[in-house]
């Protein structure tokens, strides 16, 4: 079988799957782990796949984002600076992050002046962005974490995933921490060669 035969074939196998799943999963937040000690959160022009509506106190979680429970955060931590909100909802330049003990989600919530906060499928899902200083432990767990992944509306931990949770979309890591290590490694060559 040649290469464009296998090529058409893995093409068909994944649209059957979003397909069958019935959902679409367009990236909504990109996450930005460019700058050491740092994290920033950035909407995207894309559009949530299912409607959902949540508390404020509550929000979204980005699943499976840390490779250990209770990573990252490490509990609660507030943005340095940040106007990330749903599109619905306004600002209110505070959002936070949290990670539960037992959870390998990160959730932001906190981030709007209204209670209850929503999104519309086949609507902006998100708007704005959030910046957070993290320490060098925090900041390694960032990187170890996943490089994309689904974002459930109404959850703050992974057991809200099974209760009631909606998917509305998915999250990327830009660049990638492969990405990041590899211009590290880049940057020391170009180091080495000027000598």
Same mark, same amino acid.
């Given at each position: 079988?040649?290469?464009?035969?296998?090529?058409?074939?893995?093409?068909?196998?994944?649209?059957?799957?979003?397909?069958?799943?019935?959902?679409?999963?367009?990236?909504?937040?990109?996450?930005?782990?460019?700058?050491?000690?740092?994290?920033?959160?950035?909407?995207? %022009? @894309?559009?949530?796949?299912?409607? !959902?509506? /949540?508390?404020? =106190? &509550? +929000?979204?979680?980005?699943?499976?984002?840390? #490779?250990?429970?209770?990573?990252?955060?490490?509990?609660?931590?507030?943005?340095?600076?940040?106007?990330?909100?749903?599109?619905?909802?306004?600002?209110?330049?505070?959002?936070?992050?949290?990670?539960?003990?037992?959870?390998?989600?990160?959730?932001?919530?906190?981030?709007?002046? %209204? @209670?209850?906060?929503?999104?519309? !499928?086949? /609507?902006?899902? =998100? &708007? +704005?962005?959030?910046?957070?200083?993290?320490? #060098?432990?925090?900041?390694?767990?960032?990187?170890?974490?996943?490089?994309?992944?689904?974002?459930?509306?109404?959850?703050?931990?992974?057991?809200?995933?099974?209760?009631?949770?909606?998917?509305?979309?998915?999250?990327?890591?830009?660049?990638?921490?492969?990405?990041?290590?590899?211009? @590290?490694?880049?940057?020391?060559? !170009?180091?080495?060669?000027?000598?």
């Amino acid at each position: 079988m040649n290469m464009n035969k296998i090529a058409m074939i893995a093409g068909i196998a994944v649209a059957a799957t979003g397909a069958a799943a019935g959902v679409a999963s367009e990236v909504l937040l990109e996450i930005d782990l460019s700058v050491t000690n740092q994290v920033t959160i950035s909407a995207t %022009d @894309g559009l949530a796949s299912q409607s !959902a509506s /949540a508390s404020n =106190f &509550t +929000g979204f979680l980005l699943a499976d984002f840390f #490779a250990t429970p209770g990573a990252g955060f490490g509990g609660v931590l507030g943005a340095d600076s940040g106007d990330l909100t749903t599109f619905n909802n306004p600002s209110d330049g505070t959002p936070s992050g949290f990670v539960g003990g037992s959870s390998v989600g990160l959730n932001i919530w906190s981030f709007s002046s %209204d @209670g209850t906060v929503d999104v519309d !499928a086949g /609507a902006q899902a =998100f &708007t +704005g962005s959030a910046t957070w200083t993290l320490d #060098a432990l925090q900041y390694a767990d960032f990187l170890a974490g996943a490089t994309s992944g689904d974002i459930y509306f109404g959850a703050d931990t992974d057991d809200d995933i099974g209760a009631g949770a909606i998917f509305i979309g998915t999250y990327s890591v830009v660049p990638a921490p492969s990405a990041l290590a590899l211009l @590290g490694l880049g940057g020391m060559t !170009a180091a080495r060669r000027r000598r």
